[in-house]
């Protein structure tokens, strides 16, 4: 049954914002997030449960506790949330993902913050136009 396991359920978030660090294309959501959670003083908040994501184990390096390989950390003073994942979820998974997480969202009043990235290659495909991007002269 999918579902999220909050590990503290009394801590208290006031409307909190998540950002989104599911690898996807060009890992940028998921480098993003990483940082924050090194950054920041985050915590381990909850463990997603949902259809699409495969049984695995997971851990960080700086604490050998097990937790799935989807998670969520929290830091409450910026009323902030990270989803951080250690797999894919498969695009045929990803509808069932969605609304687990979207439901889950819902309940506890969350904003997300999607961070993507889109390859050039993917652009050229699609006949949209790039743009070059250069470093500042300096």
């Not at 998921?30 to 003083?41: I, M, Q, S, T, Y």
């Not at 439901?103 to 743009?131: A, K, Y």
């Amino acid at each position: 049954m999918a579902h999220v396991t909050v590990e503290n359920p009394d801590l208290s978030l006031d409307d909190p914002f998540l950002l989104d660090g599911l690898p996807g294309r060009g890992l940028i959501g998921k480098l993003v997030v990483d940082h924050v959670l090194d950054a920041f003083d985050i915590e381990y908040y909850a463990g997603v449960y949902c259809e699409g994501i495969p049984p695995v184990a997971a851990y960080r390096s700086n604490d050998s506790t097990v937790r799935p390989p989807v998670q969520v950390y929290t830091d409450p003073g910026r009323d902030l949330l990270a989803l951080v994942s250690d797999v894919p979820v498969s695009p045929s998974d990803a509808p069932e993902f969605a609304d687990c997480m979207v439901g889950w969202f819902e309940e506890r009043s969350v904003t997300p913050i999607l961070l993507g990235g889109l390859s050039q290659e993917s652009e050229v495909e699609s006949g949209e136009r790039s743009r070059e991007v250069r470093p500042l002269d300096r």
